[in-house]
């Protein structure tokens, strides 16, 4: 929701990276920000009313980003997109860091707008992001940003390495990097810093970005 420069960067990164994509503006000349070729679904309309978004495909939606010019619109639209039609990847720009941060604290990713925005919504509504942060000469070896499930929320970190396949290299929580340390367990907010081999990034984005085994099933 919104074609402005972030979410024109934001849809034309995801549609580059193989994935279907909507993009959602009350403006129809905002859509000349997107790329030549690009062969998204074009929306206009209110990023926050239900109709237009069943028209933009959200029932089948992986990922929402609100990054409209408006703060309340924003949030108004995640919290519909992820309360009414169950989408758990959602992230909302705000402009206000007040806001932002007590919204941050209920569960509510928010990006702040600085140059690296559109990295930072593609890391929200992607548990890998758009690519790794760090990759070692041989190419074995990939630093990847991961957002959990819900579900995850105080588990062990290291439940999450064994279930991803790799090591936890560090956490940022409340926007500052922690080392993790003995028993340190996954809270509602923290982004998770693994290193895995690259051959098996994307199976560990898809084993986080689910709810983790049960204690029997595993």
């Given amino acids: 929701m919104g074609c402005g420069r972030v979410g024109a960067a934001a849809a034309a990164t995801l549609e580059a990276h193989g994935h279907s994509v909507a993009v959602i503006d009350q403006d129809p000349a905002a859509f000349r920000r ?11 309309g209110l990023g926050f009313d239900r109709e237009t978004l069943r028209q933009a495909g959200i029932a089948d939606a992986y990922g929402f980003a609100a990054v409209s010019s408006g703060d309340n619109s924003n949030v108004l639209a995640a919290r519909v997109v992820r309360e009414t039609f169950g989408v758990d990847n959602v992230v909302a720009r705000i402009y206000d860091p007040d806001r932002a941060e007590v919204y941050q604290r209920l569960g509510l990713a928010t990006v702040a707008t600085v140059p690296w925005a559109a990295d930072q919504v593609l890391r929200a509504i992607l548990p890998a992001g758009a690519a790794g942060e760090y990759q070692d000469a041989s190419g074995k070896l990939t630093l990847v940003s991961f957002d ?52 098996a990034m994307f199976t560990a984005e898809r084993t986080l970005s689910r709810p983790p085994e049960s204690e029997d099933e595993s």
Avoid: K
């Fill in 34 to 44: 997107l790329p030549p070729g690009f062969q998204g679904q074009r929306v206009t």
């Fill in 148 to 199: 959990l499930h819900p579900d995850w929320v105080g588990q062990d970190l290291t439940r999450i390495e064994q279930a991803a396949g790799g090591r936890v290299a560090f956490v940022t929580r409340f926007g500052e990097a922690v080392l993790p340390g003995p028993q340190m367990v996954y809270q509602m907010g923290d982004l998770v810093h693994l290193m895995v081999p690259t051959d």
